[in-house]
């Protein structure tokens, strides 16, 4: 290390000194409490696993197994010009909105295969869409950064877009929305990073959730008994469970090794799966506050995109990018069922709200309903 004669000129100067250690001391603390904060991530992880007893599979041993059961398409939905990319059902078991690349929003009757309302979004990639409890809105949005709500009516001549309503506004791509227990507020997650919740009359931002170190992809609702929470997973493979009323994250979950596509909550909500690009499925139990079970098989080599639960739980429904549905035992982490019938990636799979069906749509550009 050779000595500049400048650096040195400065160095006699009498101001520099301090600042200079105040530098040290700046980068000598950053060092220290990065230290610390990972001397702390270890022992946490100890503690976790010195609660770790057993796996989840080893008691359900007993449990008995599923027999065959056949799956297949029933129902066929054509109308979309391109990938699509996310749908929803509605709580009436029967209607389904999708959205897709686009900029299409397509409301169905599942049942007759009948496109009842059809919007244009002024943005190609509608990422998100969701159904309002109430069935009468329909929320979506995309690369527009936006969330926007469309009211339905009775009326099918009527023009919708005439009566939009600009909800949430995030400083990057709209990532999956999602109506709380009424139509009055949503839950948004974008790609600047942050979930928020809207005030959807007056679009106003009611609480912000900053914890993900990049893009948030994807959120699910905790059931409505078990409290204001939600879970959100994103590209640093991380999954965060979070409490509305506060803004806090309250668990954090990094067993994945690579982004996280998906989450959804297990039906009595003391658990959660994800999917992801890893290739895996995984169990979070959120009272032993650690991951309980993996699905995978080595033949499996495809991201998932998108998981949902039976109506019981027992079994995990993942939607892959190798065009197939993998349906897994979630007790005995076995897979039991393989499902095929898309041409392109499965982008999006939700179970009806009864549990007797469930949809997947495809950047095949078409929605499927398997029973």
């Not at 909105?97 to 990639?125: L, R, Y």
């Not at 998100?128 to 009516?153: E, F, H, I, Q, R």
């Not at 909800?167 to 929305?177: D, E, K, W």
């Amino acid at each position: 290390y050779r000595l500049d004669p400048l650096r040195v000129k400065y160095m006699r100067s009498p101001l520099i000194p301090e600042m200079a250690t105040q530098e040290v001391q700046l980068n000598e603390t950053l060092a220290h409490l990065k230290t610390e904060s990972e001397t702390l991530k270890t022992k946490l992880e100890e503690e976790r696993a010195k609660l770790h007893d057993v796996e989840l599979h080893q008691v359900a041993e007993k449990v008995e197994g599923l027999g065959q059961f056949v799956m297949k398409t029933r129902r066929t939905l054509k109308g979309h010009g391109n990938k699509v990319l996310c749908m929803d059902w509605c709580k009436d078991k029967r209607r389904i909105v999708s959205s897709s690349q686009d900029g299409k929003v397509i409301v169905w009757d599942a049942f007759t295969t009948n496109k009842e309302h059809a919007v244009t979004m002024p943005c190609t990639w509608v990422m998100a869409c969701a159904y309002a409890p109430s069935g009468c809105a329909v929320a979506c949005g995309g690369l527009d950064n936006k969330c926007s709500v469309y009211p339905l009516s009775l009326d099918k001549n009527e023009n919708l877009a005439a009566k939009k309503k600009s909800v949430a506004m995030h400083t990057n791509y709209l990532s999956a929305c999602s109506f709380t227990n009424s139509d009055m507020q949503i839950l948004t997650s974008s790609g600047d990073g942050t979930c928020a919740l809207w005030d959807v009359e007056s679009g106003q931002l009611l609480q912000s959730f900053h914890g993900h170190a990049a893009d948030v992809l994807c959120l699910d609702l905790a059931p409505s008994e078990t409290g204001n929470t939600f879970v959100s997973g994103g590209c640093d493979k991380k999954a965060n469970v979070w409490d509305m009323r506060s803004g806090q994250c309250i668990q954090s979950f990094e067993t994945h090794e690579s982004d996280i596509n998906s989450v959804r909550y297990y039906p009595s909500g003391d658990a959660f799966a994800s999917g992801s690009d890893d290739a895996t499925c995984r169990l979070y139990d959120l009272r032993a506050d650690r991951e309980v079970a993996i699905y995978s098989k080595e033949s499996i080599i495809f991201g998932v995109s998108s998981v949902d639960f039976s109506l019981s739980g027992r079994l995990l429904f993942g939607g892959y990018n190798d065009y197939t549905i993998n349906v897994w035992d979630v007790l005995k982490g076995t897979r039991v069922s393989i499902l095929f019938g898309h041409e392109n990636r499965v982008s999006t799979l939700r179970v009806s709200p009864d549990g007797t069906a469930f949809c997947t749509g495809s950047w095949d550009h078409t929605l499927r309903i398997w029973a």
